[in-house]
């Protein structure tokens, strides 16, 4: 079975553009969560989608945005990039979403630069 | 809300050696608890999580874990390390009963010498 892919794996962006990032779950996973990992915070996390619903929101500001889709696909979109957004973006899938009874499955990530 | 401690930042070890990562967690519910590694250049891998039952958990490559709820710790130990190890290393907590949202520490960067 396919791991967690997402695209692109590298970007560089310039402050104040925009991005989008895609993630594609595990083949039946259902759940798909953001998480940003930079060097001084670590892993924190963004948002939660479930059956194209966000359920769960972290504490970043609503230049985040995501969404999912039907075939459970889900992208992130940063707008208004700072310089402070640089950070490796990871995105995480699960099956039920039922959380005590499964496990989130990492994939590589996507390392955001901006200039 | 939940906040998760990893004391250690740094651990540097000679192969051999045994280790003990330390993780304490804030939280008043039922919790599940998880260790993941992420090997220089790869993505996160889960080594062992704790969802209920025997607390003392087994997981991948060796390396086992120890809920103890009095104490809200969840320490990871491996008792012969190898070079291969060399890793960082995050604990994760997040509520039973909740939906996904992992909490992490901010991690233990191991680093073995052959």
């Known amino acids: 079975k396919a791991g967690v892919t997402q695209t692109p794996r590298y970007l560089i962006k310039t402050r104040g553009q925009q991005v989008t990032l895609s993630c594609s779950p595990i083949?039946?996973?259902?759940?798909v969560s953001w998480y940003q990992q930079t060097p001084g915070q670590g892993l924190q996390f963004l948002f939660e989608?479930?059956?194209?619903?966000?359920?769960n929101k972290g504490n970043f500001p609503g230049r985040f945005s995501g969404r999912q889709f039907s075939n459970s696909r889900s992208e992130m979109n940063v707008s208004t990039l700072e310089l402070g957004d640089s950070a490796l973006y990871l995105c995480?899938?699960?099956?039920?979403?039922?959380?005590?009874?499964?496990?989130?499955?990492f994939g590589p990530g996507t390392r955001l630069t901006v200039l | 809300a939940q906040s998760v401690s990893q004391h250690n930042h740094h651990v540097i070890l000679s192969e051999a050696a045994s280790l003990e990562l330390g993780c304490n967690y804030s939280?008043?519910?039922?919790?599940?608890l998880f260790w993941y590694v992420q090997y220089p250049g790869q993505h996160l891998q889960l080594l062992l999580k704790?969802?209920?039952?025997?607390?003392l958990v087994k997981g991948i490559k060796g390396f086992e874990a120890e809920f103890i709820k009095s104490k809200f710790s969840f320490n990871l130990r491996k008792p012969s390390v190898q070079w291969s190890d060399t890793a960082e290393y995050f604990c994760?907590?997040?509520?039973?009963?909740?939906?996904?949202?992992?909490?992490f520490g901010t991690g233990t960067r191991l680093t073995i010498i052959p």
């Open positions: 989608y479930f059956s194209e619903t966000q359920r």
């Open positions: 939280y008043g519910g039922t919790v599940n």
């Open positions: 083949s039946g996973h259902r759940s």
């Open positions: 994760a907590v997040r509520s039973h009963f909740g939906n996904e949202k992992l909490t």
């Open positions: 704790y969802f209920s039952g025997d607390p």
């Open positions: 995480a899938s699960s099956w039920t979403g039922l959380a005590g009874l499964n496990e989130q499955f």
